[in-house]
């Protein structure tokens, strides 16, 4: 630290030494010019002046009196002397103080007097320097001599000298008051800050300090603060999964983490690279004023795949949606993410609003997520919808084709009900490509599919992938029952695989789980029973039991029925009213799709007429808080609940379960959960409901808030154990696992694509 100071110290004395040296060139070189022309203006003047005193003189050769006026004159100021010469260059009139310096006429007399137009010169005169003005002087209008006047300049010299020692006295005084200033500077806002900043690291890396401690502010060195934060959470990230993984071993148990998850499927892919496809992007620019802001939109996926692809610099191609998605690709629309440390890439697709309204709004999410739901809403199929879904596919299986070329055996993972018809696509044209495609929403009777005008086209695609997924074995018998009804393929219930046209589709249940660390990370350890005061003294309202909700605002989550018990349980157990308080925190979604529009009004009708109902004092029944919620702001809920609702009424998983049950590592608070959400086929120890029987919800909250602590903790203990093995990794790494795991018959797709096109 002292070299730097002396660098920094020695470096600003050379810089302001040297800018003052320039500045006052300048300012030293200006002043003598002012002062030149100064005096040649007051030379000017005073010549002229005495020409016209002189000249009457000439006429009548009074020699004599011309004396008299050189000696009247001769003591001005920096004046050295005047002398008049005749028209022969001959001294007539000169002061004393000249006839030692001028033995002979200047050579400026002869020229003034042959061009008969007055001039002046510096020059040296006796060893010194001075200046010399000389006017002709005229007899009736003829040039008969020449006034010559001499000024000293050597005032001016000194001048100079005086401004060149003030300058060096600054310039001395400015390095001293700098040099005191730099070394405070230094000591206190970056000796200091370094050195707490080290003691803060050298806590870190013994163990004695979290990657969330404190750490100095730096305004100036802003960049290399968020980078220490950057190490500091891997190191963190490191340390605890280096813990776990030990823990683990001990324990003789198998968790996958995201960093065994990354090895894996790199072992598995060998030189081969992962390529995931879905609707929604794993990273967003969006324009905030004039700069751009990282939108990372909350997504168990992102979680699942990131590890992956950033073990095998893999490619994610997804619409891009949001407004200043275009400002930030390269011309192949690509752009490297994560942004603060890039490890794959992100390809964006883009899509007209047409295509948009079409494709998403229309046909996938008013035609399949309510048919495949069965949420008693009727699905809507239109041509144009149909349309435009088709050609959606098309120009995203083309992108994922662009991202092949050059690939040996790439390996294709696709997302959700958006790319049915993606998969055939691909495989038609890169038949040595592994591709699955995972359905993460329920898939429906074969008797309800039929609702679907183009059922045969969309099986056809899914069954162009190699690899097919669902979140239960439930889903799977559905999707091969409707192939077998719809087309001509062979089932083979035995290996629960599709052979159509030459090629063999495997179906398998893969139930999708969440970070099971992630959640626990957050959490500190806080006093449920505070957080749960605190919360409600947030919304104004005083209770004794919390209970939370957690849903995009989607008819298929079964929110009007949660109310409807709610109210139920009020009424048949009336000492929870005014000390129980239910709060759903409701995201709003795909609102300018009419049904949705409707929905949102009916649930906020509803919980108003629930609260008019009961609502006393400070108290009400449901607290509804309709917007988007942070990651953060739902784990304080998840936290301080004493019981979590989930009553879907229709639902391929349901991760807001598994989200709460990874919350509660105080092993506190009951789960009542859908027996109609796949999530209900692992979590046995949630009390499973009926959502559509108003009592069996009711009866099952008011046991849920009368259980007692042991029973709680023992089913909560049970529930954790489940969600921590059966994790999002090990969901990534059994999907993408099996997938590679899988032959590719290349000569028979081949044989079959030039067949089919015969």
Partial sequence: MRLLTARLIGSLFIGITVVSLFSSYFEVSSEERHQRADLERRAEVFGESLAENIEPHFEHSTYGELRRIVERYANREHLLGIAIYNSRAEAIAITPGLVASLSKPPQLVTTVESSNQPAGQFTKLNGGSAHVYVLPMHQQEAVAGALMVVHDTSYIGAQRR??????????????????????????????????????????????????????????????????????????????????????????????WTSERLGVHIRSKLGESSLLVLSNREPYMHAR??????????????????????????????????????RETVDRHDHVRV??????????????????????????????????CHIAHTRPLFRVSDW????????????????????????????????????????????????????????????????????????????????????????????????????????????????ERQGHIAAVRPFPISVDFNEFADTNQHSDSYTDRIALLKEQGVEAIFLGVGVDRLDYTKGILERFLAIERLLEKYPEYQGNFTFVQLGAPSRTHIKRYHDFLGEVESEADRINWRFQKGRWKPIVFLKQQHSHAEIQRYYRAADVCIVTSLHDGMNLVAKEFIAARDDEHGALILSCFTGAAREL???????????????????????????????????????????????????????????????????????????
């Fill in 162 to 255: 005086h401004l060149w020692r003030e300058t060096f006295s600054r310039i001395l005084i400015q390095m001293v008051v700098v040099a005191l200033c730099t070394l405070v500077i230094v000591r206190w806002s970056l000796t200091r800050p370094i050195a707490r900043a080290a003691q803060w690291m050298r806590a870190l890396r013994v163990g004695r300090a979290t990657s969330r401690a404190a750490l100095p502010e730096w305004d100036f060195l802003q960049p290399l603060t968020y980078e220490m934060r950057t190490i500091a959470e891997s190191l963190h990230h490191a340390r605890s999964a280096a813990q776990a993984e030990a823990q683990l071993r001990d324990a003789a148990e198998s968790v």
């Fill in 387 to 498: 349309e435009y879904y088709q050609e959606v596919n098309r120009k995203f299986a083309e992108a994922v084709l662009e991202e092949m070329r050059g690939i040996e055996q790439p390996v294709l993972l696709a997302q959700d009900y958006h790319f049915a018809l993606a998969p055939r696509m691909i495989k038609e044209k890169r038949p040595d490509a592994r591709v699955a495609i995972f359905w993460h929403i329920p898939w429906p009777n074969p008797e309800a599919f039929r609702i679907c005008p183009w059922q045969r086209e969309l099986l056809d695609g899914l069954l162009g992938a190699d690899l097919i997924g669902f979140h239960v074995q439930a889903h799977c018998n559905n999707f091969m029952q409707t192939v077998d009804r719809a087309l001509e393929s062979r089932v083979d219930w035995e290996r629960f695989s599709v």
């Fill in 338 to 371: 994560p942004p603060d440390d890039p490890r794959y890439t992100l390809r964006r697709v883009w899509l007209t609003k047409e295509e948009e309204e079409g494709y998403y709004y229309g046909f996938a999410n008013e035609g399949l997520w309510p048919l």
């Fill in 288 to 325: 905030n004023g004039k700069a751009l802001e990282v939108i990372v939109p909350a997504s168990g996926l992102v979680t699942a795949l990131e590890p992956i692809l950033r073990a095998c610099n893999g490619t994610w191609i997804a619409h891009g949606s949001a407004d200043g998605d």
């Fill in 684 to 758: 046995h120890d949630a009390l499973l409901v009926n959502p559509y029987d108003i009592d069996q919800t009711a009866d099952a909250i008011r046991a849920a808030l009368e259980m007692s602590p042991e029973e709680k903790r023992r089913r909560m203990l049970r529930l954790r154990k489940s969600v921590r093995e059966y994790n999002i990794y090990r969901w990534a790494a059994n999907l993408v696992g099996e997938l590679c795991d899988m032959r590719v018959d290349e000569d028979r797709v081949d044989h079959t694509s030039a067949s089919a096109a015969a």
